[in-house]
């Protein structure tokens, strides 16, 4: 796939500026209008769609006009515009990440989103955010800790506490479930890690896969889990129910390239991450 340069991110960084400035009504809210849930359904399905681009900068071209969409709507209150914001730079970094070039510019927008989260969080210490912004501010952190130079165990830890809370306002919610799944996964043990947990977390995810979107991205994650505990067979076959939801999805055919060398995704990062931190000779 061809990765966005400058020019591209160029357009990110003006469009997390626009997001970061734009008015909208204040209260946090344990339950989020019909509009909004919506607006993330719509979100959820865009992500998988885009899969299917084969191309970076056309995948940030649609990220870029939901963004625009949503930025435009005035039935939203600022929690839930929030929401969206945090969905649409969490997903903006998938596809800016894997070019050295944008690197300073995702840590630059991604301090500056976890920050404003933080200052949201202060301010409504009295009151209930929503699930949807939990999750997605435990993701802006575990994003924004890949570039952190310091305190990693303990925005580790608030991540677990943010994904918590919004499992104890929807034990149902897929992604929340997959995303808490891969906490459990990656977290050391002695901080509260747990494969089997994780692997309990993505059946779950999957089991309360409410849409297309939903399916997909359960599917893929759990296939992952299961190809790297041995059930091959059961893999190919979530695999294959991900792929139905988006047949052109680039995605899954990286998963497919990567179980073929008889590694999980899991295992691949974990073998890349390594190679990287390697001093170059």
Same mark, same amino acid.
């Given at each position: 796939?061809?990765?966005?340069?400058?020019?591209?991110?160029?357009?990110?960084?003006?469009?997390?500026?626009?997001?970061?400035?734009?008015?909208?009504?204040?209260?946090?809210?344990?339950?989020?209008?019909?509009?909004?849930?919506?607006?993330?359904?719509?979100?959820?399905?865009?992500?998988?769609?885009?899969?299917?681009?084969?191309?970076?900068?056309?995948?940030?071209?649609?990220?870029?006009?939901?963004?625009?969409?949503?930025?435009?709507?005035? &039935?939203?209150?600022?929690?839930?515009?929030?929401?969206?914001? /945090?969905?649409?730079?969490?997903?903006?970094?998938?596809?800016?990440?894997?070019?050295?070039? /944008?690197?300073?510019?995702?840590?630059?927008?991604?301090?500056?989103?976890?920050?404003?989260?933080?200052?949201?969080?202060?301010?409504?210490?009295?009151? &209930?955010? /929503?699930?949807?912004?939990?999750?997605?501010?435990?993701? &802006?952190?575990?994003?924004?800790?890949?570039?952190?130079?310091?305190?990693?165990?303990?925005?580790?830890?608030?991540?677990?506490?943010?994904?918590?809370?919004?499992?104890?306002?929807?034990?149902?919610?897929?992604?929340?479930?997959?995303?808490?799944?891969?906490?459990?996964?990656?977290?050391?043990?002695? /901080?509260?890690?747990?494969k089997k947990k994780a692997g309990e977390y993505f059946e779950q995810?999957?089991?309360?896969?409410?849409?297309?979107?939903?399916?997909?991205?359960?599917?893929?994650?759990?296939?992952?889990?299961?190809?790297?505990? $041995?059930?091959?067979?059961?893999?190919?076959?979530?695999?294959?129910?991900?792929?139905?939801?988006?047949?052109?999805?680039?995605?899954?055919?990286?998963?497919?390239?990567?179980?073929?060398? $008889?590694?999980?995704?899991?295992?691949?990062?974990?073998?890349?991450?390594?190679?990287?931190?390697?001093?170059?000779?």
């Amino acid at each position: 796939m061809k990765l966005l340069q400058k020019r591209g991110a160029g357009v990110a960084a003006a469009l997390v500026v626009t997001f970061m400035t734009m008015p909208a009504r204040m209260y946090a809210a344990e339950h989020i209008s019909s509009t909004a849930q919506a607006k993330i359904d719509e979100f959820m399905a865009l992500r998988m769609t885009v899969a299917a681009l084969g191309d970076n900068g056309a995948a940030l071209t649609a990220i870029d006009s939901f963004a625009k969409s949503s930025a435009a709507s005035s &039935t939203l209150t600022d929690e839930e515009q929030l929401i969206l914001e /945090n969905f649409v730079l969490l997903e903006r970094y998938n596809y800016l990440k894997a070019d050295s070039a /944008n690197k300073s510019l995702l840590r630059t927008s991604l301090k500056a989103q976890k920050d404003k989260c933080d200052a949201w969080m202060n301010a409504h210490k009295a009151e &209930t955010p /929503n699930k949807w912004l939990c999750v997605t501010y435990a993701d &802006t952190i575990s994003c924004y800790i890949s570039f952190a130079m310091s305190g990693v165990i303990k925005y580790g830890l608030s991540i677990k506490d943010y994904y918590s809370k919004a499992i104890s306002q929807d034990a149902h919610c897929s992604y929340v479930l997959t995303n808490l799944a891969q906490w459990y996964y990656w977290a050391p043990k002695l /901080n509260g890690g747990s494969k089997k947990k994780a692997g309990e977390y993505f059946e779950q995810a999957l089991q309360s896969a409410r849409n297309d979107a939903e399916v997909y991205f359960a599917s893929s994650f759990l296939s992952q889990y299961v190809f790297e505990t $041995g059930d091959k067979a059961r893999a190919a076959t979530l695999l294959a129910a991900a792929k139905a939801k988006c047949p052109a999805s680039t995605y899954i055919a990286r998963l497919e390239r990567i179980n073929a060398q $008889g590694m999980s995704l899991f295992e691949y990062d974990r073998k890349h991450s390594k190679m990287e931190g390697k001093p170059q000779e």
